[in-house]
């Protein structure tokens, strides 16, 4: 199995900045695509930005220019830098990634879930 576990989220006052980690552990041969998602009350799952193993990104176009999504491909870890951060961002957020096992079977994992507050 491979777990990720995301940490850095909190509570935030609107304009602040907060940074995410997820990190992956596991039989890991390899990561493709590691990604943020959240979820508000109610509402879906949407995606907030992805990055392929080659380093190519992709945001949701309400967080372009204020949110940066990297990864570290050593320490099999994505990262989520959060500026400009306003109340609608709050949510909890997921990390996703998925990848092929070191026996070379394919795996998806998702991350427990870190809450952001933004306060107005």
């Known amino acids: 199995q491979v777990q990720l576990v995301a940490s850095g989220g909190g509570l935030v006052q609107a304009g602040g900045s907060l940074r995410l980690s997820c990190a992956a552990s596991g039989s890991i041969s390899r990561i493709n695509t590691m990604g943020w998602y959240r979820q508000a009350p109610g509402k879906q799952r949407e995606l907030v930005a992805v990055?392929?193993?080659?380093?190519?990104?992709n945001y949701v176009d309400s967080v372009k220019g204020r949110f940066t999504i990297s990864r570290d491909n050593v320490k099999n870890t994505v990262y989520l830098q959060m500026d400009s951060l306003k109340p609608e961002d709050t949510n909890v957020y997921y990390c996703?990634?998925?990848?092929?096992?070191?026996?070379?079977?394919?795996?998806?994992?998702w991350g427990q879930g870190t809450q952001v507050t933004v306060s107005s």
């Open positions: 990055i392929t193993d080659a380093g190519s990104t």
């Open positions: 996703n990634a998925d990848g092929t096992y070191n026996s070379g079977g394919r795996w998806i994992s």
